[in-house]
């Protein structure tokens, strides 16, 4: 399935009917997950569904997906990278969700777990127009606005609409860089290689659609950019 076509559409949904989904279903999201691509294969990820959650900032929702890890690193890009795939595949099956980075397990206090995502019916559309999204304006997180492949990165989802990134066209390479938060926005919030990796799949889903290879590698260096550190090179 190619799920490219729900980057300009999908939005993040708070409303849901509460009722739960049945075992057919909630099967067939587990063979959705077991067929999208880690950004790092050799970085293992694990998750769990519960249905209830604690923590502020979160929405009621019949379900709830917890990502977790092994405690190494790279997990949070790799968590970003390969749910924001499910995020779109709920998108293309009218199933509303919502990352939720400060919930937590009600349960287990699990020191890997890594994200939440929240997810049900909705009794609105969970679709909207391109006009809709609330985004920085292009030419502040990129010098190349025309590349599509950062236009689908602009419209991705990011913990409190951050957007944490910046995109430098430089000859045939693609520099990302990670915003650098600083205090006192840096102690609320820390889920920011979570929206890097999900800008990276936004990136490769567009590389796919528009027949170019996805080539990443990881970096992460003083690069001269103020405010901004050198997070990988796309080629
Ligand atoms: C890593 C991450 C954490 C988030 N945490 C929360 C949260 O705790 N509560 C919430 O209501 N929304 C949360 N969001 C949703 C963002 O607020 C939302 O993606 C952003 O405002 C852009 O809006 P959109 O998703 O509708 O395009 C989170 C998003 C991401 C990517």
Redesign the pocket.
């Known amino acids: 399935m190619d799920l490219f076509d729900s980057i300009n559409r ?3 949904c ?1 409303n849901y009917t509460g009722q739960p989904f049945g075992k057919e279903q909630l099967e067939e999201i587990r063979e959705a997950i077991n067929g999208f691509e880690l950004l790092y294969p050799d970085v293992p990820l694990e998750y769990r569904l519960a249905a209830k959650t604690k923590g ?4 009621q929702a019949p379900h709830y997906l917890i990502v977790s890890g092994q405690g190494k690193a790279q997990e949070a890009e790799n968590a ?1 990278f390969l749910f924001q795939q499910l995020i779109l595949w709920f998108d293309a099956h009218d199933i509303g969700s ?6 937590k397990d009600i349960e287990a206090t699990n020191d890997n777990d890594i ?1 939440v995502i929240a997810f049900g019916q909705t009794s609105e559309s969970v679709h909207r127009s391109e006009n809709e ?2 985004r920085k304006a292009i030419n502040e997180i990129t010098n190349a606005p025309e590349n599509p492949c950062i236009q689908a990165v602009h ?1 991705a ?5 951050l957007q944490p990134w910046y995109l430098e066209e430089s000859g045939d390479k693609v520099l990302l860089y990670k915003q650098s938060l600083k205090p006192p926005l840096s102690l609320v919030y820390k ?1 920011t290689e ?2 890097m990796g ?1 800008a990276l799949c936004h990136y490769a889903l567009a590389c796919k659609r528009f027949d170019k290879s996805f080539i990443f590698n990881r970096k992460d260096e003083e690069a001269g950019k103020k405010g901004y550190r050198l997070f990988g090179e796309l080629g």
């Open positions: 999908r939005k993040s708070r502020i900032f979160k929405v970003g919502v990352w939720l980075g400060k919930t994200i999204f609330k419209l989802p990011s913990g409190m609409n889920k979570v929206d999900i």
